[in-house]
């Protein structure tokens, strides 16, 4: 967007164009993301009594600069409080596993619990049972079993 605004000359009034120009297309951004948590939201809390969120430590994943931007687009905070108010209003049971929760690193299968497992690796391969899934799939499946138990 800031290529609008790249070879005008300061103060112009195409200058200000391009500013206004730029200014619009993030208020679009940031409309559309506010919409799309609305109706996740919404969605999530009127068709599930039970909705288990990771209590992410949102500081220490912007400290990674490789991460920050991605994290910082996703809105985590803006989604786990509308999540909250709206589970409050509609009933749902919202339960926050603890951040140091090994969801990844657990096998879903058998519960083998992995030392390390680095972003790199999206499939999880169980030592223990020889169990593989992707990795975001078998985290869903722990928080899961943590909501049940």
């Known amino acids: ?64 600069r490789k991460l920050a931007k991605a994290v910082q687009d ?23 596993a603890d951040p140091w929760f090994p969801s990844s690193k657990t096998c879903s299968n058998c519960g083998f619990k992995k030392d390390k497992l680095s972003l790199s690796e999206r499939t999880f391969n169980c030592e223990s049972c020889g169990f593989s899934l992707d990795r975001d799939l078998n985290a869903a499946r722990n928080l899961a079993a943590l909501a049940d138990s």
């Open 1 to 64: 967007m800031q290529w609008l605004n790249r070879h005008k000359l300061r103060g112009s009034n195409n200058c200000k164009k391009a500013q206004i120009k730029i200014a619009r297309l993030h208020r679009r951004i940031a409309n559309i993301r506010k919409d799309t948590l609305h109706k996740l939201t919404t969605y999530l809390a009127k068709n599930h009594s039970k909705i288990v969120v990771e209590d992410l430590n949102v500081s220490g994943m912007l400290a990674n």
């Open 74 to 96: 996703m809105g985590f905070y803006e989604f786990r409080r509308q999540l909250t108010y709206k589970c409050k209003l509609v009933g749902s049971e919202l339960i926050l």
